[in-house]
């Protein structure tokens, strides 16, 4: 520290370097330091995992020039098609469903020249997408074999798989 007396005065009034406002008395300790950077560390940490999130939620793949507002619409059609027009209907929504699944994989660059080959390559990135491997093959069963009936209860199961499947895809 530089001290400096005034002279001229019967009171020397000592000049030194300036504090801050932080005495030596009261200097910051480590513990709070580390509280401190602690804090920025979570804030920053909480930030980038926001934004991923969002750059996960607001980016979508583009369905082979479909917008998002076109896949929710095929996928409700493909809904009431199963709903409304009977068995014919049901095993009709069960093969739209694999073609929409397939043009999510293609959207997404899954490497492929069939869905089976696409969705294995797909199991490794999306582990859960192994829950739709049975609809797809009830859905070949139906389009292979014509004497194959389904229950409307597999039907339904197999749609609520594929929809599974486009939304881990992100694509619904």
């Known amino acids: 520290m530089i001290g400096l007396g005034i002279i001229g005065s019967n009171n020397l009034v000592n000049v030194s370097e300036p504090s801050f406002g932080i005495s030596q008395t009261s200097a910051i300790s480590w513990s709070n330091i580390a509280i401190i950077f602690g804090v920025i560390f979570v804030g920053l940490v909480v930030i980038v995992v926001a934004i991923i999130w969002l750059k996960r939620v607001l980016t979508r793949p583009e369905m082979m020039g479909m917008t998002r507002e076109e896949i ?4 409700a059609e493909i809904r009431k098609t199963a709903a409304t027009q009977g068995n014919m209907g049901a095993k009709l929504a069960l093969l739209e469903a694999d073609t929409l699944l397939d043009l999510g994989l293609k959207s997404i660059m899954m490497p492929g020249e069939t869905l089976g080959e696409r969705l294995k390559v ?8 192994r829950e739709v491997w049975w609809a797809h093959k009830l859905r070949n069963q139906l389009a292979h074999d014509a004497t194959f009936n389904v229950r409307q209860r597999e039907i339904t199961h197999a749609l609520n798989d594929f929809e599974r499947a486009l939304k881990i895809l992100n694509v619904l």
């Open 72 to 75: 929710v619409k095929r996928w």
């Open 122 to 129: 797909a199991c490794y990135k999306y582990p859960k997408l």
